[in-house]
Protein backbone atom coordinates (compact mmCIF):
# COMPACT_ATOMS: atom_id res chain seq x y z
CA UNK A 1 0.00 0.00 0.00
CA UNK A 2 0.64 3.77 -0.80
CA UNK A 3 1.03 4.53 2.80
CA UNK A 4 3.02 1.93 4.39
CA UNK A 5 5.67 2.87 1.31
CA UNK A 6 5.79 6.51 2.72
CA UNK A 7 5.98 5.33 5.94
CA UNK A 8 8.73 3.35 5.45
CA UNK A 9 10.89 5.78 3.33
CA UNK A 10 10.33 8.64 6.28
CA UNK A 11 13.80 8.85 8.95
CA UNK A 12 12.89 7.98 12.21
CA UNK A 13 10.48 5.49 11.43
CA UNK A 14 11.37 1.86 12.48
CA UNK A 15 8.08 0.10 11.04
CA UNK A 16 4.27 -0.25 11.32
CA UNK A 17 3.07 -1.66 14.40
CA UNK A 18 -0.36 -3.37 14.98
CA UNK A 19 -2.72 -1.47 16.20
CA UNK A 20 -2.88 -2.93 19.62
CA UNK A 21 -0.57 -3.82 21.99
CA UNK A 22 -0.04 -7.37 23.17
CA UNK A 23 1.10 -7.77 26.55
CA UNK A 24 1.82 -4.08 27.06
CA UNK A 25 4.76 -4.52 23.86
CA UNK A 26 3.74 -3.17 20.23
CA UNK A 27 4.13 -5.52 17.83
CA UNK A 28 6.47 -4.30 14.86
CA UNK A 29 4.91 -5.71 11.73
CA UNK A 30 7.18 -6.70 8.78
CA UNK A 31 6.88 -5.39 4.91
CA UNK A 32 4.39 -8.11 3.79
CA UNK A 33 1.96 -7.34 6.65
CA UNK A 34 2.21 -3.49 7.14
CA UNK A 35 -1.10 -2.74 6.05
CA UNK A 36 -2.14 -4.03 9.50
CA UNK A 37 -0.80 -0.67 11.03
CA UNK A 38 -2.91 1.48 8.31
CA UNK A 39 -6.64 2.37 9.00
CA UNK A 40 -8.40 4.13 5.89
CA UNK A 41 -11.11 5.80 6.08
CA UNK A 42 -13.71 7.20 3.49
CA UNK A 43 -15.27 10.65 4.63
CA UNK A 44 -17.14 13.57 3.02
CA UNK A 45 -14.71 15.19 0.80
CA UNK A 46 -11.75 12.76 1.44
CA UNK A 47 -9.55 10.39 3.25
CA UNK A 48 -8.82 9.95 6.93
CA UNK A 49 -5.86 7.90 7.94
CA UNK A 50 -4.17 6.95 11.08
CA UNK A 51 -0.85 5.03 11.31
CA UNK A 52 0.63 2.79 14.03
CA UNK A 53 4.21 3.64 13.65
CA UNK A 54 7.41 2.52 16.22
CA UNK A 55 10.10 5.30 16.14
CA UNK A 56 13.56 5.11 16.31
CA UNK A 57 15.06 5.72 19.69
CA UNK A 58 16.59 9.38 20.15
CA UNK A 59 14.44 11.03 17.36
CA UNK A 60 12.35 13.90 18.03
CA UNK A 61 8.99 12.03 18.28
CA UNK A 62 6.81 15.34 17.11
CA UNK A 63 9.28 16.33 14.14
CA UNK A 64 9.17 12.40 12.93
CA UNK A 65 5.39 12.40 13.09
CA UNK A 66 4.99 15.79 11.31
CA UNK A 67 7.36 14.69 8.67
CA UNK A 68 5.18 11.19 8.47
CA UNK A 69 2.06 13.26 7.87
CA UNK A 70 2.98 15.10 5.11
CA UNK A 71 4.60 12.50 3.10
CA UNK A 72 1.58 10.00 3.51
CA UNK A 73 -0.54 13.13 2.67
CA UNK A 74 1.43 13.98 -0.40
CA UNK A 75 2.07 10.38 -1.90
CA UNK A 76 -1.74 9.51 -1.25
CA UNK A 77 -2.95 12.72 -3.27
CA UNK A 78 -0.46 11.98 -5.93
CA UNK A 79 -1.14 8.82 -6.71
CA UNK A 80 -4.74 8.91 -6.21
CA UNK A 81 -5.85 12.18 -7.05
CA UNK A 82 -7.96 11.73 -3.38
CA UNK A 83 -7.91 14.67 -0.89
CA UNK A 84 -6.48 13.60 2.46
CA UNK A 85 -8.50 15.16 5.14
CA UNK A 86 -6.47 14.33 8.17
CA UNK A 87 -2.97 11.57 8.81
CA UNK A 88 -3.09 10.66 12.72
CA UNK A 89 -0.14 9.13 13.87
CA UNK A 90 0.03 6.77 16.95
CA UNK A 91 3.27 6.15 18.04
CA UNK A 92 2.74 2.52 19.30
CA UNK A 93 6.52 2.29 20.38
CA UNK A 94 10.26 3.09 20.38
CA UNK A 95 12.76 1.02 18.72
CA UNK A 96 15.60 -0.06 20.88
CA UNK A 97 18.95 2.37 21.23
CA UNK A 98 21.96 1.49 18.72
CA UNK A 99 24.36 0.01 20.08
CA UNK A 100 27.99 1.36 20.66
CA UNK A 101 31.38 -0.89 20.49
CA UNK A 102 32.77 1.11 23.22
CA UNK A 103 35.82 2.04 20.91
CA UNK A 104 36.22 5.74 21.43
Known amino acids: ML ?3 A ?3 CYGIVGMSARGLRDGLAELL ?4 AERGIELR ?7 IDLYVIVDHGVRILEVAHNLMSAVAYSLEQHLALRVLEVNVNVQGIGPPLEQDGSG
Open 3 to 5: AAK
Open 7 to 9: AGD
Open 42 to 48: VEEGGLG
Open 30 to 33: NRDN
